[in-house]
């Protein structure tokens, strides 16, 4: 079987830097994010056993959603300088590594990924499998998305401590709505992290119904408007509700909605997968950075002795599922 796996890099970054105690590599900065990062690539080389492999990253620009509105993701403060200084670490550890990377400017790691994974199942890969920490994604799944091809998600459970397979029927015991409805989903609850109000005042419950009874946002407005006699049944609040928030119902749709026509193109040549002891620059970057047990994974050898250690979950979270 062809499997291509998709990292979403900010996504696996930015849970390594929270799930993980801090650690400090060989020069004395933090490194937590950076050997979390590593582990994770390890750990899905090892379970998931891809044949092909790819990271997406995020852009510091402003994408299409920023301009659509101008509020989005306007409330999240500025990143911590050891996350920053992190990111640039992650970002030369997989440039040595030889792993192909993808970014388009203008566009989310998420539409990059989108877009992948769509010419990745054209152009014959049987399994796509996104590795994320974000559940916006799991839109993107799909059981059979032709000829008994599938895209799954694997996101870090217990912490950071494992991983779990997301196909349809995962996503749906998750989220409430089956990866199809999702967009929908957001468009009708809004999204805090991404700062768009979706309908104000529908919350999980409401929005499941609706979704239930009416299957997409546009069928539900159809009948809002139309008065019909099938929304007649409706709560008058409820429906007070979605039709003052119409307009933004759909803004929100379109900002949650993940493209798959982004201006990348997918390599599979230089994705395949290859042993990573074998990247000479990849093993140096490793050994000064101390990570001396991602080196003994990799089958790398670090002369000398190091304080750095390798760090546990957090124990908070052993016992929950927290996606990004």
């Not at 559940?135 to 059981?143: A, F, G, R, Y």
């Not at 950071?160 to 989220?175: I, L, R, S, T």
């Not at 949650?256 to 395949?272: F, N, S």
């Not at 000479?280 to 490793?286: A, C, I, P, S, T």
């Amino acid at each position: 079987m062809n499997r291509l796996v998709l990292i979403d890099g900010h996504a696996i970054i930015h849970r390594a830097y929270h799930a993980l105690p801090p650690l400090t590599t060989s020069y004395g900065q933090p490194g937590q994010a950076a050997y979390g990062f590593v582990s994770m690539l390890l750990r899905v080389i090892d379970e998931l056993k891809p044949t092909h492999l790819a990271v997406c990253f995020d852009l510091p620009e402003a994408t299409f959603r920023h301009t659509a509105y101008i509020a989005y993701q306007a409330h999240r403060p500025t990143a911590d300088q050891d996350l920053v200084d992190q990111i640039i670490m992650v970002h030369e550890l997989v440039h040595s590594s030889g792993i192909p990377v993808y970014t388009a400017a203008g566009f989310e790691a998420d539409d990059v990924i989108g877009t992948l994974a769509r010419e990745a199942v054209e152009d014959g890969i049987d399994e796509v499998i996104i590795v994320t920490g974000d559940k916006d994604i799991m839109q993107l799944v799909c059981d059979n998305v032709g000829n008994g091809r599938s895209i799954k998600v694997y996101a870090p459970v217990r912490g950071f401590a494992n991983g779990k397979v997301f196909d349809e029927k995962e996503v749906f015991q998750y989220v409430g709505v089956l990866p199809s409805k999702i967009v929908d989903y957001k468009a009708l609850m809004g999204d805090s992290s991404d700062n768009y109000p979706g309908v104000p005042g529908i919350g999980p419950k409401t929005a499941v119904g609706l979704l239930e009874k009416y299957s997409t946002l546009e069928e539900i407005y159809k009948n809002v408007r139309g008065k019909t006699e099938k929304v007649k049944s409706l709560p008058e609040s409820v429906i007070k509700k979605l039709e003052l928030g119409e307009e933004s119902a759909f803004l929100s749709k379109h900002l949650a909605t993940i493209v798959t026509d982004a201006p990348v193109e997918l390599d599979l040549e230089k994705a395949k997968v290859h042993p990573l002891r074998e990247d000479r620059d990849f093993v140096e970057k490793l050994k000064e950075l101390g990570f001396k047990s991602l080196l003994t994974r990799i089958g790398g050898a670090l002369e000398g002795k190091t304080k750095t250690e390798k760090p546990k979950t957090d124990r908070k979270n052993d016992n929950q599922m927290e996606l990004l």
